[in-house]
């Protein structure tokens, strides 16, 4: 198939849009690309970049969105990646993103991260066949409304998605100070994703803050909310136990996910209070309320974890969600992975 490669202009937002209804309807679980200005505000000013693949005709076969916090930000968010119908079979995907990639990578940014379904291994396989390594598994991240025309018999109930990392350039130099029981797994990822981070250990002289800062971000679309630590405190375990019971007693959510700064020596001394609670290990991740990578944690809130529901694609996939499973407080779950 005769395929051309373009980026779309900020008056060509309804491109996307139109994309997202053929292969989701209204189910999307990222709203603002159904609004067409405001997609175009995010093209005008830089904080999303849309690739699209036409035929000699001009029609629309495949769209990779890319996403940043602000213009010239150095790690991208990799998304709303949809392959018509029509165009299926054409490896698509992978050459769309793969032209995004070379962009990118041009344009001097250290990598691209994303989140593929763990519903059916296919959209991972083609992320790890452009270099991406997965960093960890997010349980129940994806509603139960999000209904996708690529997977039409996927259950409907929430789902997982694996976090994906692909290196573009080199990053900067870091120490990396994570809590010893997750070195291994951190190690071994910060080594695959060929991050330029070092373990270390806390100095003898580290200090705790008294008091936690946070950032809390509700994610209503997708039932869930997400809570930055800034500053790391002596009152981590106690500030991450008041929040959960607001979000999951009052307001009702499924899950809350914890972001740790790992070059924050804090992090190393504090992030284990957080097991009493029934918070566990889902990944290493970027955060653009940080800097740096962050350790992610989850805890869930009414939401059955299956593992014979979760695909994987590779065997470091497989060893990182058995590691991700073994962490989960609930006794008796399935650590079975196809």
């Known amino acids: ?165 692909t290196k573009l350039n080199d990053g900067h130099e870091r120490r990396v100070y994570a809590p010893e029981r997750h070195h291994e797994i951190i190690g071994q990822t910060l080594a695959l994703c060929e991050l330029r981070g070092t373990l270390s250990q806390p100095p003898p002289d580290a200090e705790l803050a008294p008091c936690t800062e946070l950032h809390v971000e509700l994610e209503r679309d997708h039932n869930l909310a997400l809570i930055t630590v800034h500053v790391p405190g002596e009152d981590l375990e106690a500030a991450i136990a008041a929040e959960r019971h607001h979000l999951f007693r009052r307001l009702g959510l499924d899950a809350v996910y914890v972001d740790l700064p790992l070059e924050t020596p804090a992090t190393a001394l504090v992030a284990d209070d957080l097991e009493r609670l029934g918070v566990s290990y889902a990944g290493v991740f970027p955060n653009s309320r940080t800097d740096g990578d962050v350790l992610r944690m989850q805890s869930l809130h009414r939401v059955r974890v299956k593992a014979d529901d979760i695909a994987v694609a590779s065997d470091h996939g497989r060893e990182l969600l058995e590691y991700v499973l073994a962490d989960l407080p609930q006794a008796g779950t399935s650590r079975e992975a196809r």
């Open 1 to 165: 198939m005769e395929v051309n490669f373009r980026f779309l202009g900020p008056h060509e937002g309804s491109v996307l849009t139109g994309a997202i209804e053929a292969a989701y309807g209204q189910s999307y679980d990222v709203r603002w690309v159904y609004d067409e200005a405001e997609v175009a505000a995010r093209l005008a000013d830089g904080r999303y970049v849309s690739c699209v693949a036409e035929d000699a005709d001009g029609q629309l076969l495949c769209h990779m969105g890319m996403s940043l916090a602000a213009a010239g930000d150095a790690v991208a968010h990799s998304g709303q990646a949809v392959t018509l119908p029509v165009a299926r079979g054409q490896h698509l995907f992978t050459r769309t993103k793969r032209f995004l990639m070379d962009w990118a990578r041009d344009q001097g940014l250290a990598g691209m991260y994303s989140e593929a379904t763990a519903a059916h291994p296919y959209s991972q396989r083609a992320n790890i066949e452009l270099g991406a390594h997965e960093t960890g598994f997010l349980l129940g991240w994806i509603p139960a409304s999000v209904a996708n025309d690529a997977a039409p018999g996927a259950p409907r109930r929430r789902q997982s998605a694996a976090l994906f990392y």
